[in-house]
């Protein structure tokens, strides 16, 4: 947790926070699974940046095209696996949290990689702000 205006949060309110970005984190990582577009750009703020794991140098910003790019995508089974995660709490209405990613497309070995979130508070709850995914391993 950062200094500053996350000090003023209850440990409970720190908590509920930490809960709500990392159900976040799975729920997308499940909804993309489900090619479920629609529901998985709505996780993004309106103005919400992406960057896919395989591409971390072409960001995708705004919840049409992350949408678009989501619909683009050629059909294939995937099942990303996200663990490590740890969210930290920078006030009421924001938070930045990394986590490892495991992704199984078929192919003789999974994806190895992390993303780098960047959460705000909106009226409709928590969204991704910015997901950055990167590669650890390059295929």
Do not use: K
């Not at 050629?74 to 696996?81: L, Q």
């Not at 709490?89 to 992390?114: H, I």
């Amino acid at each position: 947790m950062s200094g500053g205006v996350s000090g003023a949060l209850t440990e409970d309110e720190r908590r509920a926070i930490e809960a709500d970005c990392a159900r976040l984190i799975a729920l997308y990582a499940n909804l993309n699974d489900e090619a479920r577009w629609e529901e998985a750009a709505a996780l993004y703020a309106p103005d919400g940046l992406m960057t896919r794991p395989t591409a971390p140098d072409a960001p995708i910003v705004g919840q049409d095209a992350i949408l678009a790019a989501f619909r683009a995508r050629p059909p294939r089974t995937t099942r990303h696996v996200c663990s490590n995660v740890v969210i930290d709490v920078e006030s009421a209405d924001s938070a930045r949290g990394t986590s490892a990613m495991l992704l199984f497309t078929g192919a003789p070995a999974p994806l190895v990689g992390s993303f780098h979130d960047r959460f705000v508070r909106t009226p409709q709850g928590w969204r991704f702000s910015e997901r950055r995914g990167t590669l650890l391993f390059q295929p």
